[in-house]
Each structure stands twice: as structure tokens, then as C-alpha cells.
């Protein structure tokens, strides 16, 4: 699916210099932590009705093509203690979920670009900072039909 974005942002990104500042908003949620909103500036930003909080961190957002897996890079810069339980949430069964919306500063009611339904595939961590790989699960590697018609699982049938 090809990204659309208005002309005038498209000007904006291409130009030398430009007096628009394009932000990414993130939300983390999980349902044994309270809902992270995070945003890469210096002050925090009211969007949608949800503060995030001006916090360090940087995306990789995935390519724009048809052919490729959804892919993203997460990096987490001076991870506090409340971010840090995403270390151990990212080996469990249910993964965290990330939705990444790219913004302008002076429009944060107006999403340019959302990517939803990202989970952390893997987590590596160092002093300084945390990179998170972001996916969407692929629906083609589940099995189908998803139950197995065997005695044990359906007695009503046999």
C-alpha cells in the first residue's frame, strides 16, 4: 500500500530548510502495564486527546513496498525504570503492541502517516539504549484450519 501524503508536506520533507517539524508519536500497550504515549521532542504534545510524553527515541520506519515484510527499528535513548519492563514483556507469549503516527508540530489532531499493529520481535539493550525490532505478525505462517479434528479436541464428532 502506497503512502499518500498532502503536496505540501511532501515540499516541506524535500526542502533544505523548512520551519515545519514532523514528529512521531508512540503508543505502547500491553495488558500487565499501564499505556505508554511518547513523543521525539524536547516538550510534551496533546494529539488525539492523549498527552505523550517528550521522551528520546528514534524510528526506522518500514519501507514503502508491496514485496517486504513490515519491518521497524525502535531506539529507546536513556531508558527509565517504567520503560525498562519492556525487556522482559518482549520474550513473553503476548508481546507488547507499538503504534507508530507521524505528525506536524503545528497540526497534532492530524495524522500524516500510521502504522498500527507492530510487536516487538526482538529487544537488545545496552547502557545508553534499547532497540526494539517492530513487525506485524504474519497471518500466513498460522495454521489453517487453525484447530486439528482429533478425538481429544472435538469427542462430539467421533
Known sequence: MARTLPTAVI??????????????????THSD????YLVNN??????????????P???????DSPDLQV?????????TTE????????????RPS?????????APNVILQSVSGLVAASVSYNADAMN??????????EPFPSATFSPSTFPGIF
Open 11 to 28: 515540499t516541506a520533507v524535500n526542502s533544505q530548510t523548512t520551519a515545519r517539524a514532523f514528529l512521531v508519536l508512540l503508543e505502547i
Open 33 to 36: 502495564l499501564d499505556t505508554f
Open 42 to 55: 524536547t516538550e510534551n504534545i496533546t494529539s488525539g486527546g492523549n498527552t505523550y510524553i517528550a521522551f
Open 57 to 63: 527515541f528514534a524510528v526506522t520506519l518500514p519501507p
Open 71 to 79: 519491518r521497524a527499528r525502535l531506539t529507546l535513548s536513556h531508558v
Open 83 to 94: 520503560l525498562n519492563i519492556l525487556r522482559t514483556l518482549a520474550g513473553q507469549r503476548e
Open 98 to 106: 507499538f503504534k507508530l503516527e507521524v505528525i506536524d508540530a503545528s
Open 132 to 141: 526494539i525490532d517492530l513487525t506485524i505478525d504474519n497471518f500466513l505462517t
